[in-house]
């Protein structure tokens, strides 16, 4: 091993696919926020909307910082790639999501539409 480090850095930016929620640590010590980021493609080339759907998990975030958030809003976030894997069925599957380790890397950006007429 050379010392050297891998840089494991991500940014996306995306909209909510569904609620955020708020989950305790095993410990109960400390809460993270989970939820889903549908994340599109600016290439001139994709003439289809086929969003990556993406899963994060922040840690740190505070009981009450669900509650600003909702379904449809874009957020970028900022950490660090990580899978699980695990057997299913007889089956090796490994699964990928964000671990933001800081609240302060959730930015909030634009709210989505009120879809009603007035």
């Given at each position: ?11 996306y ?16 010590h ?68 964000l ?20």
């Amino acid at each position: 091993m050379s010392g050297k480090r891998d840089l494991n850095f991500s940014l996306y930016s995306g909209r909510l696919t569904h609620p955020p929620e708020m989950m305790q640590y095993n410990t109960g010590h400390g809460h993270m926020l989970c939820f889903s980021l549908a994340i599109h493609s600016d290439a001139p080339s994709d003439k289809i909307d086929n969003p990556m759907f993406l899963d994060v998990k922040v840690t740190g975030a505070s009981p009450e910082l669900h509650q600003h958030m909702s379904v449809g809003q874009e957020v970028r976030v900022r950490g660090e790639l990580q899978s699980r894997t695990f057997k299913k069925q007889d089956r090796i599957q490994r699964t990928y999501y964000l671990h933001v380790k800081h609240p302060s890397d959730l930015e909030f950006l634009s709210r989505p539409k009120d879809k009603t007429t007035t």
